[in-house]
């Protein structure tokens, strides 16, 4: 794999990455397990499956469904809790040199804080990531990323929380993405990634049942990249912080598109279930592109979209 050089390096949030392609929560586990597959100090930074305050067994199988040109899911955020995680995971990440990022979730304002607050002691996290995606139950179950006034008062709880950088990850599932990315922007959020999954449904027509054991799931993959870098692209227009972009990003060139269109840092997510080194080959591929696209360094893609007109 092609070294990328200082063309590629990023500080974004404070924080150093060697390139601007991450991992996305809940496709790379929490990293360690592809270290015998891929040198993960070939990744820009590594964002792990979502965390909660107490250990969630998820959803009931089947999980996954192969989609066209995309994927549905609905693991139901199955993690080991965020103080296993801290024992066991965390050790073997600080390993290697690659920023980590937490991913954060939960069904109450107070889980989401008290997760942080146990994160805030520990040693080798570099931000915090959270999923909005969630509902809360506490408020009849509409989640946090749809609902503006619970958006705004999860955030601004967190951020007085957050001992580290806090990245607000968006829902897509809403009609207008530009109201959610301010109010994360005014309520203190260093950053915001999107897109979180669309809300999809696969179903069996000759059972007439759904393919998901879960009924409804998540679609990602390259289905969804046009929405997603549409997004990305209002998004980076209604806020002055960084932009993360998700959704689909299976190649360096898609990762240039999305800086194009706004993005600081990209996610790379279901291309990681058909190639586990696909983080590290798109940062190089993006490295390699970058002559061609009359830039020496990839900072200069960044909002740089030619609107007709």
């Known amino acids: 794999m092609a070294d990328s050089g200082d063309a590629t390096k990023v500080k974004i949030l404070g924080i150093e990455f060697r390139n601007p392609?991450?991992?996305?929560?809940?496709?790379?586990?929490?990293?360690?397990?592809?270290?015998?597959?891929?040198?993960?100090?070939?990744?820009?930074?590594?964002?792990?499956k979502g965390l909660s305050r107490q250990p969630i067994a998820g959803n009931p199988a089947p999980r996954l469904w192969e989609a066209t040109s995309g994927m549905i899911n609905s693991v139901g955020l199955q993690n080991v809790g965020v103080q296993k995680f801290i024992a066991e995971k965390l050790p073997r990440?600080?390993?290697?040199?690659?920023?980590?990022?937490?991913?954060?979730?939960?069904?109450?304002?107070?889980?989401?804080?008290?997760?942080?607050?146990?994160?805030?002691?520990?040693?080798?996290?570099?931000?915090?990531?959270?999923?909005?995606?969630c509902p809360n139950t506490q408020h009849g179950g509409l989640a946090f990323?749809?609902?503006?006034?619970?958006?705004?008062?999860?955030?601004?709880?967190?951020?007085?929380?957050?001992?580290?950088?806090?990245?607000?990850?968006?829902?897509?599932?809403?009609?207008?993405?530009?109201?959610?990315?301010?109010?994360?922007?005014?309520?203190?959020a260093d950053a915001i990634s999107l897109v979180n999954t669309f809300i999809g449904l696969a179903l069996k027509a000759r059972s007439?049942?759904?393919?998901?054991?879960?009924?409804?799931?998540?679609?990602?993959?390259?289905?969804?990249?046009?929405?997603?870098l549409r997004m990305v692209h209002q998004a980076a227009r209604a806020v002055r912080i960084p932009v993360i972009g998700i959704g689909g990003i299976a190649s360096g060139e898609d990762a240039a598109e999305f800086?194009?269109?706004?993005?600081?840092?990209?996610?790379?997510?279901?291309?990681?279930?058909?190639?586990?080194?696909?983080?590290?080959?798109?940062?190089?591929e993006l490295a390699n592109l970058l002559p061609d696209l009359g830039v020496k360094h990839v900072s200069e893609l960044v909002g740089t979209v030619r609107w007709p007109g």
């Open 145 to 188: 990323g749809v609902d503006e006034p619970a958006l705004a008062d999860l955030v601004g709880h967190a951020k007085h929380a957050s001992a580290r950088p806090l990245i607000v990850k968006l829902s897509p599932n809403v009609s207008s993405i530009e109201p959610f990315a301010r109010i994360a922007e005014a309520q203190g």
């Open 259 to 284: 800086m194009i269109a706004g993005a600081s840092l990209v996610q790379v997510g279901t291309a990681t279930f058909w190639d586990p080194m696909a983080p590290a080959r798109i940062a190089a």
């Open 93 to 133: 990440l600080r390993e290697f040199s690659t920023p980590v990022v937490a991913n954060i979730f939960g069904y109450s304002t107070e889980d989401y804080l008290e997760t942080i607050r146990i994160l805030n002691d520990a040693e080798g996290v570099a931000a915090y990531e959270l999923n909005v995606s």
């Open 21 to 48: 392609v991450l991992t996305a929560s809940g496709t790379f586990g929490y990293g360690v397990e592809f270290a015998s597959l891929v040198d993960l100090n070939s990744i820009g930074g590594i964002v792990v």
């Open 208 to 228: 007439r049942k759904p393919r998901i054991g879960a009924g409804y799931g998540g679609l990602s993959g390259p289905a969804i990249k046009p929405i997603a």
